[in-house]
């Protein structure tokens, strides 16, 4: 017992070592954010933040062997790092809600528990609040691993002029919650069809009792299942602590690989990093090989493609532009060769962004 208590007092000196540290931290960032507010210059700059996490990362396995956890890791430091920024400036984040939703989440995870979260009913309000300046960043969905792309975010693309500063992904794991106890006290289960839709097998296998009822988001689900007895709701790890439900049953999706991926928008440009990705929109002539001769100009210069995805242009019936994803930011020379040689074979090339990777998607 002398040893434990030992090696307590050291875990108590360490924890008032870290606070000194944290604190030492908060106040060098805010007397940055004054230099910056001073001279003019945006106080979030997402390049800096990203290089902190590849630094860290790289200290983390290089000099103390990965000890600590590389996911709890990056959850550690975009608290540390949201909560320094909020000091100088907090950020305004438009997403698409309510709150307790996957986009919110993946808000969260991107910018940390110490920005401002504006929830907006439709995609096309996200872009509008960050348009209007009213918000810094918006958050919005853009493909699923199971249900495909999401148009509606892509179709925007095509009218606005905001950029994708940033990407997350995140697994669509969802849990059973309610205010019960036990399992067999959930006589209801709420939840959107697609959720419900996710978890058809695990529901019929362990809730065969339970009445099914789609609701209009798993948020929703979450409100009734917090004031009716017996109801349960199918929803995120967000949505429990949101709402303050218990979590009956963990990961009851049917699907083990199911993971979303979410854009984050801007009104500027970001910077390299070294582990970029750019996004484009371009359109040819309807003419046999005209896409062919379009992905020949990066092909010629080894740049490579990792997403490829047609819809229509919505300027005449079966008229269609191609979304891009390629790897390598803009201002890289065979990018920027590949993208030059892209405008002589097309008809229109629109850049939407050049952008970190997302960190856990490496």
Known sequence: MREIDRLREEIDRIDEEILRLLTERARIARKI?????????????????????????????????????????????????????????????????????????????????????????????????????????????VENTIEGVVNYTLDMFLESEL????????????????????????KKVYSHKVAIGQCRSWIEKNLRHAQIIETESTAKACEIALEEEGAGAIASEVASYTYHLNVLARNIQDATDNYTRFLVIARKDMGPTGKDKTSL?????????????????????????????????????????????????????????????????TLMVKILGSYPKALLSE
């Open 33 to 141: 954010g004054e230099i910056k507010k001073r001279n003019g210059l945006d106080v979030h700059v997402p390049e800096r933040e990203r290089a902190i996490f590849e630094k860290i990362l790289k200290l983390n396995k290089e000099k103390f062997g990965e000890v600590f956890p590389t996911d709890a890791l990056l959850h550690i430091y975009r608290e540390i790092m949201s909560a320094c920024l909020s000091l100088e400036k907090p950020l305004k984040i438009a997403y698409l809600g309510p709150k307790a939703t996957f986009t919110h989440q993946a808000a969260l995870e991107f910018f940390g528990f110490s920005a401002q979260y504006i929830p907006c009913t439709t995609i096309r309000d996200v872009f509008v609040e960050v348009e209007s300046r009213r918000c810094d960043y918006g958050v919005v969905p």
């Open 163 to 186: 950029k994708i500063s940033g990407e997350v992904v995140i697994p669509i794991n969802l849990h059973l919650l309610s205010t019960a106890e036990k399992l067999e006290e959930v």
């Open 281 to 345: 929109i371009f359109a040819v002539k309807d003419e046999p090989g005209a896409l062919y001769r379009a992905l020949e100009a990066f092909s010629k210069r080894g740049v490579n493609l990792t997403k490829i995805e047609s819809r229509p242009s919505r300027r005449k019936a079966w008229d269609y532009v191609f979304f891009v994803d390629l790897e390598g930011h803009k201002e890289e020379p065979k990018v920027r060769e590949a993208l030059e040689d892209l405008k002589g074979r």
